[in-house]
Nanobody, 120 residues
Framework: QVRLVESGGGSVQAGGSLTLSCAASGVTVNSYCMGWFRQAPGKGREEVAR???????TYADSVKGRFTISKDNAKSTLYLRMNSLKPEDTGMYYC??????????????WGQGTQVTVSS
């Protein structure tokens, strides 16, 4: 059974940093496509970052240079380091995983989310 559990969210002032974690069970993070998504109040869900099984990374333009996706295979954990946070980064952040070969942004498994609030 696949389970993804996010943690590390919280409230921070603009310019601050947070690191989100996603503890994965039932999947092998080193052979799955893993990603982070977010959803702001009243808006649709958007992809923030993605890492393929080959560790190729993709970022949304809005977070390039500020966010870094990484993983620890031994701990079966995915991370999202967020620097220089802006109020528009506020939202619920979700971890996602998919076992298909191509990491094309479609994900079968989702966590419950962790809230990030950035104040100005």
């Amino acid at each position: 059974q696949v389970r993804l559990v996010e943690s590390g969210g919280g409230s921070v002032q603009a310019g601050g940093s947070l690191t989100l974690s996603c503890a994965a069970s039932g999947v092998t993070v080193n052979s799955y496509c893993m990603g982070w998504f977010r959803q702001a109040p009243g808006k649709g869900r958007e992809e923030v970052a993605r890492m393929s099984r080959f560790t190729t990374t993709t970022y949304a333009d809005s977070v390039k240079g500020r966010f870094t996706i990484s993983k620890d295979n031994a701990k079966s954990t995915l991370y999202l380091r967020m620097n220089s946070l802006k109020p528009e980064d506020t939202g619920m952040y979700y971890c996602a995983a998919d076992g298909r070969y191509w990491c094309n942004g479609d994900f079968a498994y989702w966590g419950q989310g962790t809230q990030v609030t950035v104040s100005s």
